[in-house]
């Protein structure tokens, strides 16, 4: 079995010695540099660039500015496309603005010889703008009389949906119903990667070459064609090895730019790389969600109703839009069941930067929500926080009728037993209550719900390539990246069992070129291990039939009485070894009679999808004075199927739980309210965790194999961030009984609630 | 890539002020962690640079004959950490300075960078000004030396006058004798940050240890310069150690300290904050003084 397996994955040497080959390593060193000249207001209209300066510096090629740019819209999100037009997502993008719609926004370009040159030139423009009113917050935008952003969208709203079930109105009459009613507010954060988005780009044979730092290479491949208005297999798009993206290059970011700007100059090399200033201010974020929770219960804790309103901070352009709230919204009906439930969620334009896809897709906003007002039904009816999750969270045979998910398995008792009894949470819960002194202590508990790919939402897609060399060892190609997850190694495993050969004769090309990789859309969600693993079995499975009905020509055995095994030809009824998969893969390719080049292709579509749950417990010690937070101990426990290479899967959740520590304590991109500009778009002052905010990082599966998939295997890159922001939240409580309602809680909220409680 | 003009490399302090008169323009560079950046984000942009990084006479610890500690300017933050004289006399500015940043920037950023640089929340600054540390200049004049508070003018100026580079920073036999001191750096992350607020606190006890003898309280980022808590020092020099002394002083220094508005921190949190670091500094002074409260 390789499946199961902690095998060290083949990238790390090259990754820990320097030698594996990003973006910016494979650009050609004369390569002209682009820059942008981004706006320094945040609402307006470019009336004029002056380049006559600019022009004079030595180094400079071209200049262009948003009134050279193409009128053509295009879309950025990295969903698969749609046939149908309602369900495309919405162009409304240029490669340059006139219409400048947040601080930062892109008015012209610079290229030149040198970054120097470049950066000068960019400083010698003089913009003139005719300012606009702004607005910043989603509420406040929907006001009648809010500046508009975009015509199409009155009022500001994108989209707004709603989930109905039963009849709220009706169900709140029941005399005796407990009314609990909170507001909880999340912030906007940024990924963080390590390698900022970068790539670059040139002409040749006619068509658009872009290298790229991207998780999704087909995706915007696509959105680069529409940008530039060519036929889409005009454009060639490459992905070498990336340094992170966690959802902000589950996006087109500056390829459509930098495809267009080597048009510009005869199809020269451009090179276009984010300084991490940009990768802040001009790339994506994770959405500032607000929810407002409003839950009618009986004494004993029974939910008879729940309204949940929430608003979702688009920012100023579409890219993913609805999507990410709506995926929040479609948890609240599920985690909690309840027969009367109203939920309205709207995303609104603001004249912040543009909100797009991060690691958790919406999931971390419900559930700071969910999971804070569920405790907060806890302390004001006084139950028993596990006691009430047990009973009132979604139960094994749930089933949704839209996604056809059905919990197969008693995913919440099972990690909350785990997590329960690691942190020892029912005694230290008792003990906590009621301290005095300046150092409190606190234990407290999250769960998480997580779906693990898109259908039926979207198109559910992979495509598997297996190449065999003479030595019988194979080539693996998919449309699924890696993304420094470890994909490549969990996908390795899988094609060496289904195929029957050693892990090391699975050579995973890493690099995605849509010239010649399968199409499949990418990493995103937390479908890797899932979709691409169906098209990986399914290809392998037919790979190997294959191969035993050319291993009969030389065995003279039907191929149903043989298999693969450890790269042999097995004669399955006596276990005999006929041949090596190596001689048999040398023995046809050199064939003069009946010559073969032994190969197998294979696009699978995914109709089905999988429900990934799991719960956090964290300890933390408040230093009530100092109004600091201090996570002792914290544990991450999942139901996330079959576990392909448990090292691999324990690193992705730490790295989780290290982003949700980030999310509950510390990072919050602030926007000036007099101007909109970032003010805290560097490393500095956007304060993101490091090794000494984090405790040891625990984390235990519990491995209920998923019955849909073809390794057992379910969601688990985005799920570990989810449930940790609550449970820090809920552990704050049980150490001071302050409640909070808002992230990060860092020590400017901390210091309000505690002097509002008298604790200071 | 980085957008620089000139840069002269000196290779004696005679030479660096020669330089420094030859071309007021340009900037001084040391280790390079602060000049880079403001290179970088444009605010430097192509200026020309004297860079005084071989000067290797400015590096070093060692002790006058009368006990004077001497820090050459150019001394690594690392190199102080480590020092056997820094550990043994002032170790509190060893561990001061070892919150800076991470490794990296410890490694290449120096404490004459540090203070020249004239900002509030320099690490380094509140702890030597709670050591009375003094400041050596050598310009066309030769030396200047003056008490670190004269030296800062007001928010990232110094008194650096043309022609003139900091030398080293000594610290008296009386400054340090006898005393013992601790720092709270207040971050909103544990590494690789800049002080919202910090506080140093040094105390001399008597050798009873029952009476406060001396002490100082210096302040970080509490005004646009780091600054001491005089009156409150005046307040409690002489006073017995009882248990209710470190809370009167942490209320005491509101009086001292004046932070503002940011949308780093606001005014009243940064005085809470003030006050409670005070309070948590002296008592651990008092602790490692060997006294009991």
Not at chain 1, 213 to 231: E, N
Not at chain 1, 316 to 339: N, R
Not at chain 2, 97 to 117: F, K, S
Request: net charge negative.
């Amino acid at each position: 079995m390789v499946v199961g397996k902690s095998i060290i994955r083949p990238d790390s040497l090259d990754k820990a010695a320097g030698r594996t080959k990003y973006t910016d390593d494979l650009c050609d060193r004369n390569a002209l540099v682009a820059k942008i000249c981004h706006s320094t207001v945040t609402h307006a209209l470019v009336k004029s660039i002056d380049t006559s300066e600019a022009e004079k510096i030595p180094g400079v090629v071209k200049i262009l500015t948003c009134f050279d740019a193409p009128e053509r819209t295009f879309p950025t999100a990295g969903h698969p496309w749609s046939t149908e037009p309602e369900h495309q997502d919405i162009s409304d993008r240029h490669v340059l603005e006139k219409h400048v719609r947040y601080y930062g926004d892109d008015v012209a370009a610079v290229i030149a010889e040198t970054e120097v040159a470049a950066v000068q030139a960019v400083r010698a423009l003089k913009v003139e703008y005719e300012e606009l009113p702004f607005v910043l917050d989603p509420q406040e935008a929907m006001k009648e009389g809010a500046p508009l952003l975009h015509e199409e969208f009155p009022g500001n709203v994108l989209k707004h949906t709603e989930i109905h079930k039963g009849n709220v109105e009706e169900a709140i009459k029941e005399p005796g119903l407990i009314c609990v009613d909170g507001w909880y507010e999340t912030p906007t954060v940024q990924h963080c990667h390590i390698e900022n988005a970068t790539c670059f780009a040139w002409e040749e044979g006619g068509r658009v070459h872009v290298t790229s730092s991207t998780q999704i290479p087909h995706i915007t491949r696509r959105c680069i064609a529409q940008a530039l208005g060519v036929p889409w297999g005009q454009v060639r798009l490459v992905k070498p090895y990336i340094g992170g993206g966690f959802g902000n290059k589950q996006d087109a970011l500056y390829e459509p730019l930098c495809a267009w700007l080597t048009t510009q100059v005869g199809g020269r090399l451009v090179r276009l790389e984010c300084q991490r200033e940009e990768t802040f201010a001009n790339c994506r974020v994770r959405h500032a969600i607000r929810y407002h929770i409003t839950s009618w219960l009986r004494p004993d804790g029974t939910l008879v109703a729940r309204k949940a309103d929430c608003w979702s901070n688009q920012g100023a352009y579409a890219s993913h839009g609805h999507s990410i709230c709506a995926k929040g919204m479609g948890s609240i009906p599920q985690l909690y069941p309840c027969e009367n439930i109203d939920v309205r969620g709207w995303t609104v334009f603001t004249n912040i930067q543009v909100g797009g896809a991060m690691r958790g897709y919406g999931m971390p906003q419900a559930v700071f929500a969910m999971e804070s007002h569920t405790e907060d039904i806890v302390q004001r009816l006084g139950l028993d926080p596990l006691a009430y999750r047990r009973a009132h969270l979604m139960q094994k045979g749930y089933f949704d009728p839209f996604s056809k998910n059905e919990l197969y398995a008693d995913s919440f008792n099972q990690t909350l037993d785990v997590g329960s009894e690691y942190i020892d949470f029912e005694r230290k819960y008792k003990e906590y209550q009621h301290q005095t002194g300046d150092i409190r202590r606190g234990v407290g508990v999250a769960v998480l719900w997580y779906n693990t790919a898109v259908w039926p939402i979207s198109l559910e897609t992979s495509a598997c390539r297996m190449v065999m060399n003479q030595d019988g060892s194979i080539q693996l190609q998919v449309g699924e990246t890696e993304i420094g997850q470890g994909a490549d190694t969990a996908f390795a495993q899988m094609a060496a069992e289904t195929l029957g050969i050693p892990f090391e004769m699975v050579h995973v090309v890493s690099c995605q070129d849509t010239d010649v990789t399968p199409y499949g859309t990418g990493a995103y969600a937390s479908r890797q291990t899932y979709a691409a693993g169906m098209a990986i079995r399914g290809c392998a499975e037919e790979f190997k039939r294959h191969i035993l009905e050319v291993a009969y020509r030389y065995t003279r055995m039907q191929p149903y009485l043989m298999d693969i095994q450890d790269a042999k030809i097995i004669r399955t009824t006596d276990g005999r070894v006929l041949m090596g998969l190596g001689e048999l893969a040398t023995t046809v390719l050199y064939d003069l009679d009946h010559n073969e080049h032994l190969t197998m292709e294979k696009s699978t579509q995914i109709k089905t999808n999988a429900y990934s749950f799991g719960c956090c417990f964290a300890e933390v010690e408040v230093d009530i004075p100092m109004c600091q937070v201090k996570v002792l101990d914290i544990i991450n426990v999942h139901d996330a199927g079959r576990i392909v290479n448990p090292a691999l899967a324990r690193a992705q959740v730490q790295g989780g739980m290290s982003m949700g520590i980030g999310y509950a304590l510390a990072e919050k991109m602030l926007y000036d309210p007099k101007t909109g500009r970032l003010l805290n778009g560097n490393l500095l002052d956007y304060k993101l965790s490091t090794f000494m905010d984090h405790p040891n990082l625990e984390v235990r599966f519990v491995e209920n194999s998923e019955p849909t998939s073809a390794y057992g295997t379910k969601a688990l890159g985005e799920p570990p961030v989810v449930p940790v922001a609550p449970a820090i939240r809920n552990a704050i409580l049980n150490a001071t009984g302050v409640a909070c309602h808002e992230i990060p809680m860092r020590p400017h909220l901390l210091y309000q609630e505690f002097t509002r409680k008298g604790l200071i | 890539m980085y957008d620089i003009g000139t840069v002269y490399e000196p290779k004696t302090v005679e030479e660096a002020v020669r330089m420094r008169c030859e071309h007021p323009q340009a900037v001084i560079i040391a280790g390079g962690s602060d000049v880079l950046i403001k290179i970088r984000e444009g605010k430097l942009a192509g200026a020309d640079l004297i860079s005084i990084f071989g000067l290797d006479e400015l590096r070093g610890v060692h002790m006058e004959e009368d006990g004077t500690l001497v820090i050459g300017s150019l001394t690594s933050f690392a190199h102080i950490t480590a020092d056997p004289l820094i550990r043994e006399h002032i170790g509190v500015l060893g561990e001061a300075v070892d919150m800076v940043g991470g490794p990296q920037i410890r490694a290449i950023g120096t404490i004459g960078g540090n203070t020249c640089n004239g900002v509030t929340s320099a690490d380094s600054a509140s702890t030597l000004f709670a050591w009375d540390a003094i400041i050596e200049l050598t310009g066309p004049e030769g030396i200047r030396r003056m008490p670190i508070r004269d030296f800062y003018l007001s928010a990232g100026k110094v008194d650096l006058r043309e022609g003139e580079l900091q030398t080293s920073i000594r610290i008296p036999r009386k400054a340090w004798e006898g005393y013992k001191g601790f720092y709270i750096k207040y971050g909103m992350r544990r590494a690789m940050e800049i002080a919202t607020t910090g506080c140093s606190v040094n105390v001399k006890l008597s050798e009873d240890k029952k009476t406060l003898e001396d002490l100082r309280i210096a302040f970080g980022v509490a005004g646009p310069v780091p600054r001491r808590a005089e009156s409150t020092e005046n307040t409690f020099r002489g006073q017995a150690l009882t248990a209710s002394l470190p809370g009167e002083i942490g209320k005491a220094v509101l009086a001292d300290v004046q932070p503002r508005d940011s949308w780093r921190a606001s005014k009243d949190l940064r005085l809470h904050l003030c006050s409670t670091m005070a309070e948590r500094a002296f008592r651990e002074a008092v602790s490692r003084s060997g006294g009991e409260l």
